[in-house]
């Protein structure tokens, strides 16, 4: 019984030094999985605080898409504004360069009129001044005549 009893301390010893050892492992191991507990919780955190930047982020750029949005809706209107302005100004300018054309063609009608009448003119000039002359000829030889027959 005695060797019955020493095989049962050795066996209680045995599974004592087992159950210590598994204790020592598992005590190992919760503070491995503590340990890396707290570093997932620290990351957690960081991770949480870097979703709700982003969310931060992402609002600010919603706001400003929008707001692009409203931008590039007004400036669709004035550049349609601007290019109806556009489309009539080149109507006038092309309306306004068939009158020019239409002016300096009358114009240049109207000076070879000027050099015409200019012409007729000096013709007319030259021709009264040639019939002025053979007038004071003529009654030149009136005047003479008439004093040669009072003299008579």
């Known amino acids: 019984m005695e060797n019955w009893a020493l095989q049962d301390e050795e066996k209680t010893e045995i599974q004592l030094k087992e159950a210590k050892h598994i204790a020592e492992e598992a005590g190992r191991k919760y503070e491995e999985v503590a340990r890396k507990l707290v570093i997932i919780e620290?990351?957690?955190?960081?991770?949480?605080?870097?979703?709700?930047?982003?969310?931060?982020?992402?609002w600010e750029m919603d706001e400003q898409i929008r707001l692009m949005d409203q931008n590039l809706k007004c400036l669709s209107a004035t550049e349609e504004k601007y290019s109806q302005k556009e489309d009539k100004y080149e109507e006038e300018i092309m309306i306004l360069t068939d009158k020019l054309k239409e002016a300096e063609t009358r114009a240049e009608f109207a000076e070879r009129s000027e050099a015409k009448l200019e012409k007729t003119t000096d013709d007319l000039e030259d021709k009264l001044k040639c019939t002025k002359?053979?007038?004071?000829?003529?009654?030149?030889?009136?005047?003479?005549?008439?004093?040669g027959l009072n003299k008579m």
């Open 42 to 58: 620290g990351d957690l955190e960081r991770t949480e605080e870097q979703a709700e930047l982003a969310e931060s982020h992402c």
């Open 133 to 147: 002359e053979k007038h004071l000829c003529t009654q030149r030889m009136q005047d003479q005549t008439l004093l």
